[in-house]
């Protein structure tokens, strides 16, 4: 080897050397550019994925050679840089890129493309199990960890990660952080996880005997999770009142004709999975269990207990008697008239002894006067 050929070979490898060679992490179904270096347009230009030829481009004509690589349909050529659109995980491994800079001297580009494949956005049942994955293609020596909402400090290393019972707090963002060899960060991914539930209702419901009642099944907000089932039971019966069934969308079916005292509404539902139960009766008083079910077969429930109010009184005497006039029901005011008028009638007997007593007192007292004249004293005085 003479000594221009080995200064040659030496420059050629520094040319390379500054060609520089980059990491590239990228979400999948994303797009990525990746640079040719220093090479100048306008010159010839090969792109290759691992072995294969993607295309290569003779810079004077213009005229390009498409390769085999299966990366060719995703990829377009601007200037000298390739663009890969619609990432998946045979996209990753090493692209080379050959061009020459304006000098003319031949440069050669290496990047390692790295695929992340992680969950995108996440839904979970309330106490259901959640998974999210955050997998990389093309890079076996990256470190991978995951940041929960509930606790930003707090790292778990590993691809997958798994939380046994979601709660309300696993709600939000979730962070996969991807770390080179060198322990440096070099991608961070945003994961949002919504959390469905719980199912509200209230505790206890009180209502009057011959009232109605809503029963309440709330969710705070739409659950983009299907719901496939569910309804309203009661406990100590073990038997359904009122099923929730799909088809074109959510809607009530009512199980059996003997419980028809059930009102619902009859479009699509959502949040709200309340229910009327009409003309109430001493033995609807008992548990009653709101249930929703979802896809993943993971359940929802609400139990509420439902009392009352009143004497079991027959309807035809309750109608009447029971109804209520300005507060009060109308036995009480019946109660208060005859009061009254016992009262009415003892103050005019009252009355009318008191002036009959009156009068004879009178009647004595002008009897006395007359007979005033025939007093002793009268009579003693003229017979002496
Ligand atoms: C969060 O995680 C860090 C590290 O594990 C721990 O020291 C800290 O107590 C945690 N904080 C809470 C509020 O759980
Ligand atoms: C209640 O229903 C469930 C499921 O439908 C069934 O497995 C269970 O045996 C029933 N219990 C009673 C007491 O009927
Ligand atoms: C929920 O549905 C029940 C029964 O149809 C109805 O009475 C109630 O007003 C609804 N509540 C809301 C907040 O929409």
């Given at each position: 080897?003479?000594?221009?050929?080995?200064?040659?070979?030496i420059s050629l490898a520094l040319c390379i050397a500054t060609g520089g060679s980059e990491m590239f992490y990228e979400k999948r179904g994303e797009t990525v550019i990746l640079n040719c270096g220093d090479a100048a347009a306008n010159r010839d230009v090969e792109w290759k994925h691992k072995d294969s030829l993607i295309m290569s481009v003779t810079g004077k004509t213009g005229r390009s050679i498409r390769g085999s690589a299966s990366v060719l349909s995703k990829s377009k050529l601007n200037q000298q840089n390739l663009h890969i659109t619609s990432l998946e995980p045979d996209c990753a491994g090493l692209y080379s890129c050959t061009g020459y800079n304006s000098e003319g001297s031949k440069i050669i580009t290496q990047h390692t493309l790295s695929i992340v494949s992680v969950t995108e956005?996440?839904?979970?049942?309330l106490q259901s199990t959640l998974t999210l994955k955050c997998d990389i293609t093309g890079d076996s020596t990256a470190q991978v960890q995951w940041q929960s909402p509930k606790n930003h400090s707090k790292f778990e290393t590993g691809k997958e990660i798994t939380v046994k019972s979601v709660s309300l707090k696993d709600a939000g963002e979730w962070v996969c952080q991807i770390k080179g060899e060198d322990g440096k960060e070099r991608k961070k991914i945003h994961v949002n996880v919504a959390v469905v539930g719980p199912l509200e209702s209230s505790k206890e419901l009180t209502v009057g005997l011959g009232a109605s009642a809503?029963?309440?099944?709330?969710?705070s907000r739409p659950s983009r999770l299907r719901i496939v089932g569910g309804g309203w039971t009661r406990d100590s019966l073990n038997n359904s009142l009122l099923t929730l069934a799909r088809e074109k969308d959510l809607h009530w079916t009512i199980t059996k004709?003997?419980?028809?005292?059930?009102?619902?509404?009859?479009?699509?539902l959502s949040t709200n999975f309340s229910v009327k139960l009409t003309n109430v009766q001493s033995a609807d008083a008992g548990v009653y269990v709101c249930t929703l079910m979802f896809e993943g077969k993971e359940k929802l429930k609400a139990n509420l207990r439902l009392k009352v109010e009143g004497e079991a009184v027959s309807r035809s005497s309750k109608t009447f008697w029971e109804i209520s006039v300005l507060g009060l029901k109308l036995y009480a005011w019946v109660a208060i008239a005859a009061g009254s008028v016992i009262l009415i009638i003892l103050f005019v007997v009252i009355m009318f002894f008191y002036r009959r007593n009156k009068r004879m007192r009178r009647k004595v007292r002008k009897l006395k006067s007359m007979r005033e004249p025939l007093t002793s004293r009268n009579y003693c005085q003229c017979n002496r």
């Open positions: 080897m003479s000594m221009t050929q080995t200064c040659l070979w956005s996440a839904e979970a049942v809503v029963l309440p099944c709330f969710l004709d003997k419980m028809s005292r059930f009102t619902f509404p009859t479009h699509q």
